[in-house]
């Protein structure tokens, strides 16, 4: 039950975590320029409107104070509701989360499926010219940004070729080329860790050891170097998972995809608090299980970590 007991542990840990971030972040939002009841109701608001609407939002109470009761209404599972648009933050965040999630777990695994391979490989042909062709690939995915991949991809293959929907939901030809956008870095870290990896481990002894005792290649790379290099891999997915989901920002805006991404940048311009702090907090809860859920998978590939130590 060590593994429980762990899990349990690094739970706990993001009780602080999120306290840290949300306190932070409360901080920015509230000490940044401008008037936010005044945004809400325009330029043309009288003063005595500006300072009901203040009130109603409790902007009119010392900043701790807020900060307090907001997470007090949170932990009522209470997020508010949005200043800008009017509609409930847990709700909506619920509504939106699947897409984001859609996108993501796509990217991830258009990422580690060609990644992973293509970086064994590389590693395994070492100076051939599939490896120096790798090399290339990651260097040139490194270099490109993903809002300008992004719209060179949308003029090449929606609007020249007409293969794909430009942006929406509508159809499963949606979920095709952002998440091949989102995973496009992510694809260049996998190949480049797994090369790594893999590098280092068939350098070691005991593989040395296992060709010496007559076991052919196939056998060594199969039984005994791949699982021992996916241990830094399986950390870098739950990095990259992560990265994926703050990546989603800038994706879902260039497709229209109606996911947390898009919410929270329309959000931070408006200066909505509830939602800002809302979504913050459920993608901090939602990074936090994903990299113990990788802790835990690195347990199983490597029996030699040990969880309770």
Partial sequence: MSWLKYALKRLLMLIPVILSVTFILFVILSLAPGDVARLVLGQDATPEQVAQLNHEMGLDKPLLVRYVNYMIDALKLDFGTSWISG???????AHRLPYTLLVSVLALLFATGIGIPLGIASAIKQYSLLDYGCTFVVML????????LGTMCQILFCL???WLPVSGIRTWKCFILP????????????IRMSRTSMLDVIKMDYIRTARAKGASNHDVILHHAIR????????QIGIS?????GGAVVTENIFAIPGIGSMLINAVKGRDVPVVMGTVIFITIIVGVINLVVDLICAIVDPRIDLAS
């Fill in 87 to 93: 509609f409930e933050v847990l709700p909506e965040f």
């Fill in 160 to 162: 020249t070729l007409h």
């Fill in 141 to 148: 995915l490194f270099s490109m940004p993903a809002f300008w």
């Fill in 241 to 245: 998972f992560a990265g994926t989901i």
């Fill in 179 to 190: 998440p091949m956008i989102l995973g496009a870095n992510t694809l260049a870290s996998m």
């Fill in 228 to 235: 021992n290099s996916l241990i830094p891999v399986v950390t």
